[in-house]
């Protein structure tokens, strides 16, 4: 599965355009005025997009760049919310913006909208991909009874990455989550799990830390660098794919197979419609790490 996700000739042209014309009417060069205000409408906007009111999050966004036509961050959320509101005029003017105040922000905002554009043409598949050593297995954890033991949705994604693993024998095995029942953490019961079906004990690397699926995409290709990966088949189940395929390209790892546990799959099969895409473009800016608050 591909995850490079090019802007159109036609993207590239007005945004080509739009720039030469923010240069000629000095856009590209505009001082950023401080405001005392511009942290508490950053703030506020964070939380509307927390809540599900975009529209809101957006407009104090504008609020915010009239005040301070250089905060590349209220520019590049600007960028992202605009592409989810299918807003392409506003998408292009912040991300011509950007690219006068901060062009690696600018590039890396890029990446983020392929990156959702990648997963959400993602489908589900219960087939595992083959792949060599420098690719490696990477199986997200899901919430641990309170004894410590595996929930059912868990075992069905081990189920599915024991099959990945026997498929691709050299692959590194990465089993990531946190969240501790009974002082027992989620990956913790993961590599037990796999260890008890078989798998050698060597293959798997544990990742303990992380809470949340942002977390597991940024302390897995941590963790997949060091073991000289730099690829990776993500494992979860099917209503969770996308938006772990999204954190995990943000994140800087290439996603090579989406490999996912059977149950709900015929209904995960149609791309999402746009206000389920919602989780996807609120994961992918955490991924990216701009700030919640300030």
């Known amino acids: 599965m591909s995850t490079v996700v090019k802007i159109s000739r036609h993207w590239k042209l007005w945004v080509a355009t739009a720039f030469a014309a923010a240069t000629i009417t000095g856009l590209s060069s505009a ?36 005040a301070d036509p250089a905060d590349a961050e209220a520019l590049s959320l600007q960028a992202i919310w605009s592409h989810y509101a299918n807003d392409l005029p506003a998408m292009v003017d912040a991300l011509v913006r950007l690219n006068a105040v901060d062009p690696a922000m ?34 997200l954890g899901y919430g641990l009874l309170p004894d410590g033991s595996l929930r059912p949705e868990l075992v069905n994604r081990l189920t599915a990455a024991w099959l990945q693993a026997v498929a691709s024998p050299l692959s590194p095995i990465v089993v990531t989550g ?10 913790e019961a993961m590599r037990a799990w796999l260890v008890g079906t078989g798998l050698p004990a060597s293959r798997i690397n544990v990742e303990s830390r992380a809470g949340s699926t942002v977390q597991n995409a940024l ?34 790892t290439q996603v090579v197979g989406a490999t996912t546990s059977l149950e709900q799959l015929v209904s995960q099969l149609p791309p999402p419609a746009r206000q389920a895409q919602r989780g996807i473009y609120l994961d992918a800016t955490r991924t990216f790490q701009l700030a919640t608050a300030r």
């Open 31 to 66: 001082p950023a005025i401080a405001a005392p205000e511009t942290d508490a409408l950053y703030n506020s906007a964070q939380r509307a997009f927390t809540d599900g009111d975009d529209t809101a999050g957006r407009a104090e966004l504008r609020q915010l760049i009239a």
């Open 219 to 252: 302390f897995s290709t941590e963790m997949l660098r060091n073991l000289g990966a730099n690829s990776a088949v993500v494992v979860t189940s099917p209503n969770h794919i996308r938006r772990a395929v999204a954190d995990f390209i943000v994140a800087g």
């Open 106 to 139: 600018a590039q890396g905002t890029n990446n983020v909208l392929g990156a959702i554009g990648a997963a959400v043409a993602t489908l589900p598949n219960p087939l595992p991909s083959i792949v060599g050593p420098r690719t490696g297995i990477v199986v």
């Open 178 to 187: 946190g969240n501790p029942q009974n002082g027992i953490t989620e990956a």
